[in-house]
Structure formats: structure tokens, C-alpha cells
């Protein structure tokens, strides 16, 4: 049989494979397919373990599916020997849940980037420290502070404004004037309906993966609070804190360090999911986020079920104007977004960038202002 014969049958019996998984109920959307199929070209599986990890965690979103892939791989591919993580964990991947339930889910990504560190899902209380910022990102500071303001999408207010030009008469305005001429109207005047900047809310992931990066991403929030009329910023490791008022003062260090008597759960554990549906399950949170740029700042490696980020993601991108997600991870040229969390919300996502520091975050803004 000649290579490309034996390619060809390869690729039939990958696709009966996932042609079954839809006959047994596991409805995969085409885009997973084809992470999935992108995985397997770019990995190279070393058997069939490795391809059943492969398969797991970016066909599968939860427990039940699981239930069916597994099945339905086993008498396409054979009985596996042992069906266990792997033991020596990637960079980027996830790690196992405590107390064996990740033996049992596809909890760790097979592969998915090369500068994060492993995500848990611990809660433990800490007081990170804050160091100050560079003269070489308080120059940065100055650029975003610079920059931001007309790198954001606008929009035209509801509220109409007076104006020499619009498609308005302001009648009361002219009827006031007109009593200083004798009823007479001199000047016919306008309103219209000005031009105001989206609001932005920025979601900043602290938890023990993002450790070397969170000092960054709440500078760039900080720059965002002081150029921008309406932004807020939530911080989430294994729980949700709102850090907008903090970040209000004027000085850099001192707005950052202050929040190391807010935000209690940094450098823990990750639940990426939970703190988004903590999040849309406050109404008046859920009013900042409609029609906003919403920018997720994560590497978004999710611990245990992926159904709640799934859904929550899907929900921000149906309240926002837009939904970007900053990953450290995509500042890799070889990453790709295969891990179960990033490829459940794949489609949900306007944008996926590299943003690791200050640096990286303003070629984004300058990214952002040239769309």
C-alpha cells in the first residue's frame, strides 16, 4: 500500500470516528472538528493514548459527553491499556483536579502553549505584593494613556445634545430666543445625537497560572481607569472582586498596591467559569457589560466541567460590542487554543492576542485603533 493510500485511509477512519460520535449523541460543532483534526497534524499522537487525550480535550466539554466519546473511541481505536493524564504536565496544560475527579474527566489539555504555569482550583486567601512599576513601563503607561482613548470603538448617544448641525430643531431653544425678538425666530437651532466612546469592562485573571503577568494587566487597567470615562474592572482567581474604585488613584503603585487588601484570592487557584457566572448573576454587573468591549485577560485554563465558562463566554459575547480575549500564551507563534476551556468558548470569541506585559498590551491598543 503506498503512503498516500494508507493517508487516505487514515483520514476516512478519523472521519468515521467522529461521524459516529454524532450518531451516538455527542453533537461536536464543525469548528472543535477541526481543532481536533488540527491537533492531531500539529502533534503527531505517539499512540493511541495520546490520541485519546487529544481527542478528549477538545471534543469533550463535560462529563456526559465524556461518557459517550470514550465508548465510541474504544471500538474505533481499541481498547486503551491505562486511560491516565499524562504524567510529566506541558507548560500551559492544566493539572489534575485534587481528590481523583480529574481521573475521571479529561481535566488536563494535552497541549496548549509553552509560558503558562499549571492552573488549580484551591481557594486560599494571600496578599500578593505589588512591586513598583519600571521607568520602562511608566514610559509605556504614557504611550496607553495616550493611546487608548482613540483605540476604542465609538458609538452615537441616545441623549440629544445641542449642536450647530443636526437632524433635529431644538423647539424649546427657539422659542426662548425667539421671546427677546418680538417673536420673531433669527437663528434656527439644532440638536443631534454626539458621538461617545463604548464602555469598557476588563476581567483580569490573578490566580496562581497568571502570577507573573497580573502586576502588568492592573497597570494597564489602571491606564485604562484614568483615560477612559466609563470602564470598570473585575479581578477572578476562585472568586470575583471588583477593583474599578482602587484603581482610581492617581498614582500607579499606589493604586496597585492598594489591592493587595482587596483582591484576596490572588495567585491561588482558577475558576474561570464560576467567576463569570458569579459575575452575570449580578444585574447590575450584567448593565456594564451590555454593549461594552469586553476584554478578558487569562490564559484560560479552566479546572473540572468547562460547561460554565462555556456558557457564561457565550452569554458576554451576546451582552458586548465585542469579546477579546488576551491570553500570555498566544504571545507563542506555535500556540494554538486546543485546551478544553479555550476551545469551548473558541467560537463565542471575537479575537484571541498575545499579551503577556505592558509592551504587548499597547501593540494590541494600537491594533485595536487601526480595526
Known amino acids: 500500500m503506498t503512503e498516500q493510500a494508507l493517508a487516505g485511509r487514515v483520514r476516512d477512519h478519523v472521519r468515521g470516528f467522529l461521524r459516529d460520535l454524532h450518531e451516538q449523541g455527542l ?51 481499541g481498547e486503551l491499556p491505562v486511560r491516565t493524564v499524562p504524567d510529566q504536565e506541558l507548560p500551559g496544560e492544566e493539572s489534575p483536579a485534587p481528590g481523583g475527579k480529574g481521573d475521571e474527566a479529561p481535566s ?16 486560599r486567601e494571600s496578599r500578593p505584593v505589588f512591586g513598583p512599576a519600571s521607568e520602562d513601563e511608566r514610559a509605556v503607561l504614557a504611550l496607553l494613556r495616550r493611546e487608548l482613548p482613540g483605540a476604542i470603538p465609538a458609538v452615537r448617544s441616545r ?95 499606589v493604586a496597585v498596591g492598594s489591592l493587595s487588601e482587596v483582591v484576596l484570592d490572588a495567585e491561588g487557584g482558577t475558576r474561570i467559569g464560576g467567576a463569570l457566572q458569579e459575575f452575570l448573576g449580578n ?36 451582552l458586548g460590542h465585542r469579546l477579546l480575549w488576551w491570553t500570555p500564551l498566544a504571545c507563542d507563534p506555535a500556540y494554538r487554543p486546543v485546551t478544553r476551556g479555550m476551545a469551548a468558548v473558541l467560537g463565542d470569541v471575537d479575537a484571541i492576542a498575545g499579551v503577556r506585559d505592558l509592551r504587548t498590551a499597547y501593540g494590541q491598543v494600537q491594533t485595536l485603533a487601526r480595526e
Open 27 to 77: 453533537r461536536v460543532p464543525v469548528a472543535r472538528q477541526r481543532v481536533f483534526l488540527r491537533a492531531i497534524e500539529a502533534v503527531g499522537p505517539r499512540d493511541a493514548t495520546h490520541l485519546y487525550w487529544i481527542g478528549a480535550s477538545t471534543l469533550t466539554t463535560s462529563r456526559e459527553d465524556l461518557e459517550v466519546y470514550s465508548p465510541t473511541f474504544e471500538r474505533w481505536f
Open 159 to 253: 441623549r440629544r445634545r445641542p449642536g450647530r448641525r443636526g437632524h433635529w430643531i431644538d423647539v424649546a431653544r427657539v422659542c426662548r430666543e425667539s421671546w427677546r425678538t418680538h417673536g420673531e425666530i433669527v437663528t434656527l437651532r439644532r440638536r443631534h445625537r454626539p458621538r461617545r466612546r463604548r464602555r469598557v469592562l476588563l476581567l483580569i485573571d490573578v490566580s496562581g497560572s497568571m502570577k507573573q503577568h497580573s502586576a502588568g494587566y492592573l497597570r494597564f487597567a489602571h491606564a485604562a481607569v484614568a483615560c477612559l470615562d466609563r470602564v470598570e474592572v473585575f479581578t477572578f482567581g476562585t472568586r470575583l472582586t471588583r477593583v474599578t474604585g482602587p484603581l482610581r488613584a492617581r498614582e500607579v503603585d
Open 108 to 123: 488536563a489539555a494535552v497541549f496548549g502553549g509553552a509560558a503558562g504555569l499549571a492552573a488549580g482550583s484551591g481557594e
Open 283 to 318: 444585574a447590575r454587573y450584567v448593565t456594564m457589560a451590555r454593549g461594552a468591549l469586553v476584554i478578558v485577560l487569562s490564559d484560560g485554563l479552566e479546572r473540572g466541567d468547562c460547561e460554565p465558562m462555556r456558557a457564561a463566554v457565550r452569554r458576554l459575547s451576546l
